[in-house]
């Protein structure tokens, strides 16, 4: 069975600190899907970012970086300069290939509450 | 904005009674999702719709099901309901079955009183 693991539950810092996001993910697949949603207070989720299990390239956008790391089932979120209005709850989410019976069923890390002090 | 519409935004009901969330994909997508985020489970998959049949169940109780219309419009029923369905419902939707990004909606806040 498919899991993810966000192990921190709440970061708070202060405005343009730099701050790393953790995710660790189990799954049998060897074909699978990674994501990074963002939930502002609003409520809306957000999407960040896809990447599929066979491209470990990282990415960079703005002031978002994804660390993608097979060999130790982790997906990381760096944002750099954090901003106040980068105050959301952030969930990291595993989808299976199309092998599996999950199709595209996206199971969610338990989200880590990232707050930014001006 | 996702492109994602659902409604209603907020629905207040009793126990026992029956409600239907609404979902209209965005245009192009043939796949439709519903989640469920409550503070104790957190975000849970409940279904997958594909074109119009359903492709995927997840931990979705018997007292729910759902539907997708020859428009892809999609909806969920909730029946009998109980103060533990009090959660926000999204549904979200994606070009194919598998592997793509999925667009989430606004989300329906249920509150069963």
């Known amino acids: 069975a498919q899991k993810v693991t966000q192990a921190q539950t709440e970061i708070s810092v202060v405005e343009k600190e730099d701050v790393t996001l953790d995710c660790v993910y189990e799954?049998?697949?060897?074909?699978?899907?990674l994501f990074w949603y963002k939930q502002p207070p609003s409520g809306e989720l957000v999407f960040l970012i896809r990447?599929?299990?066979?491209?470990?390239q990282n990415e960079i956008s703005g002031r978002y970086s994804w660390n993608f790391q097979k060999s130790t089932s982790s997906f990381n979120f760096t944002i750099t300069a954090s901003q106040v209005v980068d105050s959301a709850v952030y969930f990291c989410a595993l989808s299976e290939s199309l092998g599996g019976t999950s199709y595209g069923k996206l199971t969610f890390g338990q989200g880590t509450i990232l707050t930014v002090h001006p | 904005d996702s492109g994602v519409t659902q409604t209603p935004k907020h629905l207040i009901t009793a126990t026992g009674q029956r409600v239907t969330l609404r979902c209209s994909p965005r245009s192009g997508d043939l796949s439709v999702y519903w989640y469920q985020q409550s503070l104790d489970q957190g975000l849970q998959f409940l279904i997958q719709?594909?074109?119009?049949?359903?492709?995927a169940k997840g931990n979705i109780l018997e007292r729910f099901s759902a539907q997708q219309f020859p428009d892809l419009h999609s909806e969920l029923n909730l029946s009998s309901l109980e103060l533990g369905d009090s959660a926000l419902y999204f549904c979200a939707s994606s070009v194919r079955l598998a592997g793509d990004e999925q667009y989430f909606g606004p989300g329906t806040r249920l509150t069963v009183t």
């Open positions: 719709y594909y074109n119009g049949e359903e492709r």
């Open positions: 990447r599929n299990s066979f491209d470990e």
């Open positions: 799954t049998r697949d060897t074909t699978y899907y």
